[in-house]
């Protein structure tokens, strides 16, 4: 069901005000189109009205052109003049739907008022033509009438009223009136021209609004990838937008710069550290034990491989090195030779060619990190290029003992082992797999961390630098 909802600001506003005026357009059209029938009615009730009120004296004079000129048809109001206007005995309306007055009985009544004549009993009968008696009769009587086409399926308004109590009913026939399709055609035309004006308002007003988001959004990603890039964004859009851009403007300078310091603490820290230490390197030669000299010399390569670590991970991303198309194919061959020549116990099979573009410098140290832990812990490393899903993934397994799952995730930070030591000899300073992921996360990927199972049981720790193609 999400897939099927959008998802930027621009959709989301832009279909639920659509659909918000496609209702209100909706409801517009029905009242419109109630509002016409209701003009249609009082019409027919209007004309209904007349013909009662003058209903005798037309019956008169009808009677007599009758006389004269011979049967006729046809009038204006559909029917023969001597249906418009009946007298009986009994209610035209007896035997219909019609209980008491309703409201179309009431607007009768007050259309009669308005010619000083105040009825004992109003009736009204909607039906079918073809099912009014009186009409059946004259059709059969009348071929020529009963060859008009569809008049009986028009609906017919029987209004009939009693003056006096006791006294005949006085009865109006009309047929109701064609409706107009080119009214009905012209709501609809003038609704869909409102629905399309105030879209088009819209998209341009909502256009103005979310441009400069989607500039600012895109923006911090770009920083988040290349922190060291300042680039000031122009303030435009409604004055909410403009102070968010300018506050973002704001605290990009501000981060950069504070990189920027961090990176020269580090470097003076790195030089002002390995100075002495190389002169204590030299300072341990006269030292007559030998066991004793080895050990010293062994503790200050500790320091300053941790040290290099440390200067490393603080210059991944900001070190100027180019993005290239590489075979990471090849790349890992190269690891992997790297370390067969050194005799450790890592192999790789024949990878396939995957070309992306990386930091090629930063890449082989990251996969040299985990080929170095996967031989430190897990006795060797299996070395694998692959695509999946879309991605390319330098994959390393070992067949040690894995990591507890609930110690995935904190493996993966700073200065965080699997052993306590923070001898070399048994593991380093823990900073290997941040420094990869830091690698693999500057690049638009990730490192990914599961041990591998057979049986139920753990048979290793499989490591994975998921890059984009």
Known sequence: MKRLLPSSLLSQVMVSVALALLVAQFVSLALLYRAGEERRETAILTAAAFQLVTGAERAARDRAIRQERGRRQGGAAGLPPRLRYTISAEPPAAGSDANGEGESEARLRAALLLEDIDPHAVAITIRRAGDDPLLNAFAEARPRFERRQGWREKRLYVAAIQREAGGQWEAARVLEPRRRQAALGGLIFQTLVTFGVLIAVLFFVMRRITRPLARLTERVGDFSREPGRVVQLEETGP????????????????????????????????????????????????????????????????????????????????????????????????????????????????????????????????????????????????????????????????????????????????????????????????LGLTLARAIAEQHGGQLVLENRQAGGQITGLRAEIRLPL
């Not at 504070?258 to 603490?265: G, R, S």
């Not at 000299?293 to 070190?319: N, P, Q, W």
């Not at 930091?359 to 985990?370: D, F, G």
Request: glycine fraction near 8%; charged fraction near 30%; charge should be negative.
């Open 239 to 430: 004055s909410d937008t403009r102070h968010l851009i300018a506050a973002h403007n704001a605290m990009e300078a501000r981060i950069a710069a504070l990189l920027d310091e961090k990176d020269v603490m580090l470097g003076a820290i790195g030089h002002d550290l390995k100075t002495p230490l190389a002169a204590l390197r030299v300072r341990i030669e006269s030292v007559p034990d030998d066991a004793q000299r080895s050990k010293m010399a062994a503790s200050i390569e500790d320091i300053t491989a941790t040290l290099d670590d440390i200067l490393t991970l603080s210059r991944v991303g900001r070190d100027g090195a180019g993005v290239e198309p590489a075979d990471l194919g090849a790349l890992a061959l190269g690891v992997a030779e790297e370390f067969e020549d050194l005799g450790e116990p890592v192999t790789i099979l024949d990878p396939p060619r995957l070309v992306a573009r990386v930091q090629v410098t930063w890449i082989k140290r990251a996969l040299r990190n985990l080929a170095s832990n996967a031989v430190r812990y897990g006795e060797m490393a299996e070395i694998s290029a692959i695509e999946e899903a879309g991605q390319a993934v330098l994959r390393v397994d070992d067949r040690g003992p894995g990591i507890a799952p609930d110690r995935i995730a904190a493996m993966l930070e700073p200065f965080t082992r699997g052993e306590a030591s923070r001898n070399r000899a048994t593991g380093g300073a823990g």
